[in-house]
C-alpha cells in the first residue's frame, strides 16, 4: 500500500512534535529517562506563552483540565517535580501579589526559547517571543502597585 508524502503543513507538525519530546525528556537519579513533556504540559505551556501571568483557575478552563491535572503539569514543567525530581524548567509559579492563596504562570527564559523554536517551526522563519519571564513582569512594580499587578494579570 503507497501512502503520499507528508505536506508541508503535516511535516511542520511532525518537527514540533519531536523538539517537544525532546525538551521533555529529563534524566532520573537511576539513570533512567523519563518524558515529561505529555500533551497537556505542551498545551499549559503555550496557553502560559499566550497569556504570562495567568492563574491556575484560568488555565484550567482554558485547557480544560481540572486544577490536580494543572497542579501535576505545572510541577513538572516547572524547576523540580515531584519526588524532588528535576522538572522542565519551562515555567515559574509565582503567589500572585493579590491573592496569596492563588498561583499564577509565567515562562521561564528557557520556556520562552522553547517556545519561540515551536513557534519558528511552524512559520518556517527565526522567531523570538517576548512574553516577559515572571521577574521581567514583576520589575518596576513597587508595594502600592500590587493591586495594579493583579488587576492586569486577570
Same mark, same amino acid.
Given at each position: 500500500?503507497?501512502?503520499?508524502?507528508p505536506?508541508?503543513?503535516?511535516?511542520?507538525?511532525?518537527?514540533?512534535?519531536?523538539?517537544?519530546?525532546?525538551?521533555?525528556?529529563?534524566k532520573r537519579?537511576?539513570?533512567?529517562?523519563l518524558?515529561?513533556m505529555?500533551?497537556?504540559a505542551?498545551?499549559?505551556?503555550?496557553?502560559?506563552?499566550?497569556?504570562?501571568?495567568?492563574?491556575?483557575?484560568?488555565?484550567?478552563a482554558?485547557?480544560?483540565?481540572?486544577?490536580? $491535572?494543572?497542579?501535576?503539569?505545572?510541577?513538572?514543567?516547572?524547576?523540580r517535580?515531584?519526588?524532588?525530581?528535576?522538572?522542565?524548567?519551562l515555567?515559574e509559579?509565582?503567589?500572585?501579589?493579590?491573592?496569596?492563596?492563588?498561583?499564577?504562570?509565567?515562562?521561564?527564559?528557557?520556556?520562552?526559547?522553547?517556545? $519561540?523554536?515551536?513557534?519558528?517551526?511552524?512559520?518556517?522563519?527565526?522567531?523570538?517571543?517576548?512574553?516577559?519571564?515572571?521577574?521581567?513582569?514583576?520589575?518596576?512594580?513597587?508595594?502600592?502597585?500590587?493591586?495594579?499587578?493583579s488587576?492586569?494579570?486577570?
Amino acid at each position: 500500500m503507497s501512502h503520499p508524502a507528508p505536506s508541508i503543513e503535516v511535516a511542520k507538525l511532525i518537527r514540533i512534535t519531536r523538539a517537544a519530546r525532546h525538551a521533555g525528556n529529563v534524566k532520573r537519579e537511576d539513570g533512567r529517562w523519563l518524558d515529561l513533556m505529555t500533551p497537556h504540559a505542551l498545551q499549559i505551556v503555550l496557553e502560559v506563552a499566550q497569556r504570562p501571568g495567568i492563574n491556575m483557575k484560568q488555565l484550567g478552563a482554558a485547557a480544560g483540565l481540572a486544577h490536580a $491535572s494543572i497542579s501535576r503539569n505545572l510541577m513538572a514543567l516547572g524547576e523540580r517535580h515531584r519526588r524532588d525530581m528535576p522538572g522542565l524548567g519551562l515555567i515559574e509559579t509565582i503567589d500572585d501579589p493579590q491573592e496569596y492563596r492563588r498561583k499564577v504562570a509565567f515562562l521561564t527564559r528557557k520556556g520562552r526559547t522553547f517556545v $519561540s523554536e515551536l513557534v519558528s517551526i511552524q512559520l518556517g522563519e527565526k522567531v523570538t517571543l517576548s512574553a516577559p519571564t515572571a521577574v521581567e513582569f514583576l520589575s518596576g512594580w513597587g508595594g502600592d502597585d500590587r493591586s495594579t499587578l493583579s488587576k492586569s494579570m486577570s
